[in-house]
């Protein structure tokens, strides 16, 4: 080739070059060139936003209620078309909206509603990339839901099924997270079964998928850039509409922590008599394995091991022996609420819920409550059994469903809760209510008499006990949850499993029951990580609960412990409680907390908790008082399990069990 047609190459290469500069400089300035102030523009955006984002919402509900409720792959393909083409539409109605300059439009309303179509989601990432991550995304749940582990080859039940053949036994190796492993965790007491178990779980879902977690880091990082946040973690914060959230729950947790504390104390001794010096420490942190949940985030289970009374009045057995079904539980979940003045389930409810589990087609049968976003057809799912549980499931659930219908007539973007924890927490707030001894007494599901102005007989202890069990280390493995991934995207993922035992000491003081390298992926093993779904909602919706529980107790002029409070057949709680489900996200966090306490307070407040356990937190005192070590303190062998410093080959032995030692001591400084 001459020069001149070097020339014209280079030419011609300098113009293709600038123009995907020019294109891609132009995209990056396309909402601020295409911006809009013109109210009227906005007013017509979101009406066509509210109408078809409601009909998308039926479509999709519609398509995942079929799945769900006959999981065949006809209906699991037409609920991923339906689920792609609404997440086409979330990114063009993102797109849409970014074109109006929201600081120029006075109407604080309308400036809302174009605020929560922009905050959340993925949609700055571009068209490929949002492709990507949702891609790696739904590799990491893929992995998670098809892992399976062999079961334990120690001495046990499990081993009566496969027998000694090592090649028999691979053959079996089919045990999943539900129902088998779940089971195992909640009600067997062989310690290395417990240990295989948690084990296998995390080395099935972890180290296949770290490195596309790292991937969905950067990815989720770049999206809330363009979003208008410095990370991932911030912009998942922003939905709270607190500008020191992060603080914030930092603050309360300092408030519950003296109480958590007397409860870890306590469960550990039980847990000590139960397993011996070989597995615990008196005054150490709790081996991760034997809380009897796969993640030690609820402690339930272990309460036949840790309580101090044999026999106590059982609602189940009440139930069963009056001839209880799974329609007359919901049809005593229904009284309920309208004894509170709010309105009956409507006859759709009653035609498409499905309240027990089908024997004809595959149903899944996690609890759940649905909105099909049409004004009328609302509907629960629940493989309903004859127990106080599911009793209380029902009135949870059923609880969402009113706050579905009372919210019902605001726009579609408002109809939600103002952030993610609301919801949870007016459902177990209603739980709390329906669960307790004095309403199980009311309604004939507890013959033993309940005093309502004692808040200290050894029953209502019991109770206090089992909903501590239930609520406390679920706040502090949600709040280490968070924290991990909230550092993870601000600082990277280099570390990251450590910092996740770290933080898990740290907050539930827990150690692993087998030494954790970095190649480990621990956080991975549960869903909510991997799935991209937000966490500390439980820990804000735990205290939130227990605040709308007192101020529907005050509603309903209850005197007494706390606990032993019961708002049933009281208009003015229902009054209340309707008043505050109505208005769905048009209002802020703050603004409901200030409706439903009637203008006391606008900020979540530990307080009432604090009230509630205070009977039990005296009990724990004097069970407790003989004890080293009112919490956990640590030592190099807990730090080693998962900082394996010492095998460090740039630093001798000596140099690290020094490290080792300083941070045991920093460590257990931050903690007592």
Known sequence: MGNLGKLCALWLFLVIKSGLLMAQFSTDLLYKETSSDNLADAVHFLHEFNREAAEMCNRVATSEWKFATNAIDFNRRRMKEQQNLASKFECLSW?????????RILDSNIRRQLGRILEQGKCGLGDDKYLEITHVINLMKENYN????????????????????????????????????????????????????????????????????????????????????????????????????????????????????????????????????????????IPAHLLGNMWAQNWRNVLDIIKPYKETPDATSEMIKQGYTPTKIFQVAEEFFTSLGLPPMSPEFWRNSIIQKPNDVYTQCATSAWDF???????????????????????????????????????????????????????????????????????????????????????????????????LPFMAFSLSLEKW??????????????????????????????????????????????????????????????????????????????????????????????????????????QLIKLITRGRISRLSADPLLEFFRPLEAWLESQNRDEPIIGWSSNMDDIQLYQNLALNKAISYNEASFILYIMSIVITKLII
């Open 373 to 471: 976003c049409n004004l009328i057809d609302f509907r629960i799912k629940q493989c309903t059994q004859i127990s106080a549980e599911d009793f209380i499931n029902s009135h949870h659930e059923m609880t969402h469903i009113h706050y579905y219908m009372q919210y019902a007539a605001q726009p579609f973007i408002y109809r939600e809760s103002p952030n993610p924890a609301f919801h949870e927490a007016v459902a177990h707030a209603v739980g709390l209510n329906v669960g307790g001894p004095v309403h199980l007494q009311k309604i004939g599901l507890l013959p033993t008499p309940i005093s309502a102005s004692s808040g200290s007989s050894m029953i209502n202890i019991e109770y206090l006990l089992n909903v501590a069990l239930d609520k």
């Open 95 to 103: 797109r849409r909206a970014s074109r109006f300059d929201t600081s």
């Open 146 to 285: 098809q892992a399976k582990i062999c079961p334990y080859r120690g001495l046990s039940t499990d081993s009566n099924r496969y027998g000694s053949n090592v090649t028999s036994f691979h053959a079996y190796c089919d045990l999943m997270l539900e129902p088998d492993l779940t089971q195992i965790m909640e009600r067997n007491r062989n310690e290395e079964e417990l240990r295989h178990v948690w084990s296998e779980w995390r080395e099935k879902v972890g180290p296949p998928i770290r490195n596309t977690f790292m991937r969905y880091v950067d990815l989720s990082n770049q999206a809330a850039q363009r979003h208008g946040f410095r990370d991932a973690g911030e912009q998942m914060r922003a939905v709270y509409e607190d500008p020191d959230f992060y603080f914030t729950v930092q603050d309360i947790w300092m408030k519950i922590q003296p109480l958590y504390k007397q409860l870890f104390t306590f469960v550990r001794r039980g847990l000590y008599n139960k397993y011996g010096g070989n597995v615990l420490r008196p005054d150490g942190p």
């Open 485 to 590: 991934r909230w550092y993870v995207f601000e600082k990277g993922p280099v570390g990251m499993n450590s910092r996740w035992w770290e933080l898990r000491l740290r907050f539930q003081g827990l150690i692993p029951p087998l030494t954790r390298f970095n190649t480990h992926f621990d956080a991975g093993a549960k869903y909510h990580v991997i799935s991209d779904q937000d966490y500390i909602k439980y820990f804000v919706a735990t205290v939130l609960q227990f605040q709308i529980y007192a101020e529907l107790c005050d509603a309903a002029n209850h005197m007494g412990p706390l606990h032993t409070c019961d708002f049933y057949r009281s208009r003015e709680a229902g009054r209340l409680l309707s008043d505050f489900m109505q208005k769905g996200a048009s209002m802020s966090a703050s």
